[in-house]
């Protein structure tokens, strides 16, 4: 047990604590992968220890979408606890707002994901008891949610380009790497790979009716950003804040070889905004059409496609999020 888990467990008891004990606690449900592996268990083990000192939780384990409906018709009134990654918050936004009862809950995130990088933009710890803590003690903020024509949802991230080849490409190495617990290096191998052989693609895109690439050049990649990383802390889109009704857009066109180099070596620092052939934009709608090109969305792969639009929908949702949240170069 982390030494988080075993001071807030102190104060439950009454024992002195630096971390007081916070008000009472509404009944929770929480819905968990049947997937998840043995480190994982030891995590939520740990993080239902303290939400059990302060509130009775409920755990539902889900392994498809039936289940998942099942256990979200269980809720009540209750806040549900996503007990997962980007794709588990994912599944449980996307069927809430399914049923159109995506305004009627609050939702909370326990990171037990390999990148879990919705709950780094929003500022939650990635300890599971101190997650599990800022449950308890945390603030309802809404959330902005990103939707396309077809009804499907992006809380997190979507992109198309060598971004998705390497989703694409990291998603086998993902699977090779995780039973000896390097699963999060997946994304950054699939990179790598991506980076040497991109699948460069002719789009137009529209922000807000503005034309950012014509058809008149190759695109590298273009990332649509609620939040700001992906791959487990790439900050793609560094300024996305799901709470400030803008999405951020930002396209490459780094095709060369030298550029591609250097495209990658100022996404590893953040500067990669600065760079001239790199457009960055914010708005409210986003269009892409042109040759084939693969999407990923909150780690979702589709395509390919040869048209997409998005647009926001401002405090679309619900989350518990830290008082005071974790800083992003942090997590």
Known sequence: MSWAATRY????RGQSAAQPIVAPVDPLLMITNADAGSSEQESLDVALDVLRA????????????????????????????????????????????RRHDLAEFVLALLPLGTGNDF?????????????????VSGVERPMDLIVDELGEIVVNNVHAGASTAASRRGATWKARLSPVGLGILGYPVGAAISAVRPPFVRLHIEVDGEVVADMDRHVMMVAIGNGATVGGGTAVTPDADPQDGMI??????A????????FVANLVR??????????????????????????????EISGPETRRT?????????MLVPQDPVPRDKC
């Open 9 to 12: 467990q102190a104060a439950a």
């Open 54 to 97: 302060h509130t009775s939780v409920e755990v539902c384990t889900t392994s498809h979408p039936g289940e998942l409906d099942g256990a979200l018709q269980r809720a009540g009134s209750r806040p549900i606890v996503v007990a997962g990654g980007d794709g588990s918050i994912h599944a449980v936004v996307a069927a809430l707002h």
């Open 119 to 135: 709950a780094r933009t929003v500022g939650i710890p990635l300890d599971p008891a101190e997650a599990a803590m800022a449950i």
């Open 248 to 253: 951020d857009v930002m396209v490459s066109f």
């Open 255 to 262: 095709t060369g070889p030298l550029s591609r180099i250097g």
């Open 270 to 299: 953040g500067s990669h905004a600065l760079r001239e052939d790199v457009a960055c934009r914010r708005g409210t709608r986003v269009t892409i059409t042109g040759e084939d090109f693969w999407i990923t969305a909150d780690g």
């Open 310 to 318: 998005w647009h926001l929908e401002p405090g679309a949702w619900t």
